[in-house]
């Protein structure tokens, strides 16, 4: 729901209402609408922490490392689940202005993604795989641009080649790291 309507458009009772529960019953869970965004949030970041990024870690380069990353997300994104494309994009855009707990959690977020990205990068170059002195925060940027473009040309252009595409140009980023 929350990548159909945003966190803002999540009611108490709308939740309710697709849950089976009474609308007390689910107040009396969260207590505020506030909270239940939150939850939503923490719950969305702990999937994707959880089917994401651990998998990644798991493996044993950092380039392994990086690869594994980008598939898993982009499977990620890519669920059936997601109706309405990833809720923290959605999130993203409906926060980046308004401040709050919620922006800041996410903020947090999202911080702690692009580090993973670059720590991972880091790891490429202390491997001897990437050159060094790369700049990692710039490759995490990149890295996460070209993700993000996946998610827009699969989601909002239906674009069947957006996989492929994603694929060639973290491969592309991958090799101007190495060079």
């Not at 969305?44 to 990024?53: A, P």
């Not at 995490?140 to 473009?149: R, V």
Request: aromatic fraction near 10%; include cysteine.
């Amino acid at each position: 729901m929350a990548g159909v309507f945003g966190l803002e458009g999540i009611s108490i009772g709308r939740l309710a209402s697709q849950a089976g529960m009474s609308k007390s019953g689910l107040f009396g869970h969260f207590g505020s609408k506030e909270a239940l965004q939150q939850a939503i949030l923490e719950f969305v970041v702990d999937d994707f922490k959880l089917k994401v990024i651990a998998p990644a870690l798991r493996e044993s380069t950092g380039e392994a490392r990086l690869r594994q990353l980008f598939n898993r997300w982009l499977d990620w994104a890519d669920q059936d689940f997601l109706t309405g494309g990833c809720p923290l994009m959605t999130a993203s855009v409906e926060l980046d202005d308004r401040p709050g707990e919620l922006r800041d959690y996410l903020v947090l977020q999202q911080e702690s993604w692009l580090d993973a990205i670059r720590r991972m990068a880091q790891k490429a170059v202390a491997d001897g795989v990437f050159c060094d002195g790369l700049d990692t925060k710039q490759f995490a940027f990149e890295f996460n641009s070209i993700g993000l473009g996946f998610n827009f040309a699969r989601r909002l252009l239906r674009d069947p080649r957006a996989r492929t595409r994603a694929h060639s140009a973290v491969d592309r980023l991958i090799q101007s790291a190495k060079t």
